[in-house]
């Protein structure tokens, strides 16, 4: 479990080094703030290093807000993958004080060591195209959502694909949430696609990503809006494709049953995979601390479900 005494934790992500060391990337802020729904303009990215996704050891942060600029309000959720050339590539999300915080981007930094990192220019990377992605209307939206990208290599090779958190232009308001979609040839130079999934059940997708679990190539995301349709008692959801590269028919989405975990991960743990989140609230309190892992399988009836804890997990 990873708990910081004196500041919040939530959004987590993960990336493995030579050495077999874990990192976790986290969103951070501090407790002194009281009230935890202010921590989302005091966001910056903490860093801890484990051996077994248990026990954490807190090192320097790797990303605060800049000085001016597109991210000079608060850093938020992103990723972090190794390149061709052996750099890491923290990919984020940044807002802004000029938009007080509405409009979301995303960014860029680079590392050569995993610890020490240095934002890509200015940072800034990917904005919404509107030719099918909604921007900032708060008649029909509270933000610009545009945020949470997940990385990760086309199966075939061919360059690399991001996940967004994103908004279709069209539809009901509470129905917009869509997984936005960019592709890239080198990692920095990146065009804007169209959605991989049509509007229709959630007002957004949060915190995309995919694997493949137990042979099934799953898309992973949370949503803490209400479901249109689906009703609002559930927070985790899977949806099953024939690839990672989708499309994703929201549909077939199936709910995972962990009420007080938010925006989890799957990690290889083991032989399996685990699910890592933030324990969102307990006992009408939010909680902000990361999660052991909770070891998960897929069942072609149920979805992404718990499995029983081996002997030394």
Known sequence: ????????????????????????FFLRASRALLDPHR????????????????????????LVPADAGWDDLATWTGCTVRGPDQRWYLFYTGVGRAEDGLVQRIG??????????????????????PTWYELLDREMWYEHAWRDPWVFPDP????????????SNQGPADARGVVGHATSPDLVNWTVRPPLSAPGDFGHLEVPQVAVVDGQ?????????????????????????????????????????????YAPRLVPDGDGWSLLGFVDHADGRFVGEISDPIPVRYDRTGGLVARPAEAGD
């Open 1 to 24: 479990m990873l708990r910081l005494p004196d500041h919040w934790v939530w959004d987590s992500w993960y990336a493995q080094d030579d050495d077999g060391r874990w990192h976790a």
């Open 217 to 261: 190539p799953l898309l992973l995301f949370c949503t803490n809006a209400v479901a249109a349709g689906r009703g609002s008692e559930h927070q985790l959801w899977t949806v099953p494709s024939a690839t990672v590269r989708g499309p994703w028919d929201m549909a077939a989405a199936q709910p995972v049953p962990l009420p007080n975990l």
């Open 39 to 62: 921590r989302h303009r005091r966001a910056s990215i903490g860093h801890a290093v484990s051996t077994d996704l248990r026990s954490w050891q807190l090192v320097p942060d790797a």
């Open 108 to 129: 860029l930094a680079v590392s050569d060591d995993l610890v020490t990192w240095h934002r890509h220019g200015d940072g800034l990377l990917v904005e919404a195209d």
């Open 156 to 167: 075939d090779g061919d360059g690399w694909h991001m996940l967004i958190t994103a908004r």
